[in-house]
Nanobody, 123 residues
Framework: QVNLVESGGGSVRPGESLRLACAASGSIISIIDIDWYRQTPGNERELVAQILNSGSTNYADSVKGRFTVSRDIAKNAAYLQMDSLKPEDTATYFC?????????????????WGQGTQVTVSS
């Protein structure tokens, strides 16, 4: 079983920054990709950013140029640096990690979600 722990959320003013962290633990063999989603009440989760195994990254248009996703392979961790935050960035942010884990003698694919961390941007 792979567990994810998120941290770094909080309340900030418009224009300020936050850095979210997502740490994965368990019998992880390798990580395929790490995704950051966000969700507001009554809405579906929106893919905000992702970093693939190759190191390439993708961003939603709404955050391009303001958010930066990175990872620490040795620590099985990922980060989302959020700069120039706007009130419309207010949401609960979730990380999702897809990869391979050891289950007994087998290698199985997993997709795990973090518990979510609240980001509030308000003046």
């Amino acid at each position: 079983q792979v567990n994810l722990v998120e941290s770094g959320g909080g309340s900030v003013r418009p224009g300020e920054s936050l850095r979210l962290a997502c740490a994965a633990s368990g019998s992880i063999i390798s990580i395929i990709d790490i995704d950051w989603y966000r969700q507001t009440p009554g809405n579906e989760r929106e893919l905000v950013a992702q970093i693939l195994n190759s190191g390439s990254t993708n961003y939603a248009d709404s955050v391009k140029g303001r958010f930066t996703v990175s990872r620490d392979i040795a620590k099985n961790a990922a980060y989302l640096q959020m700069d120039s935050l706007k009130p419309e960035d207010t949401a609960t942010y979730f990380c999702r990690v897809v990869g391979w884990e050891q289950e007994g003698l087998r290698r199985v694919m997993f997709a795990s979600w973090g518990q979510g961390t609240q980001v509030t941007v308000s003046s």
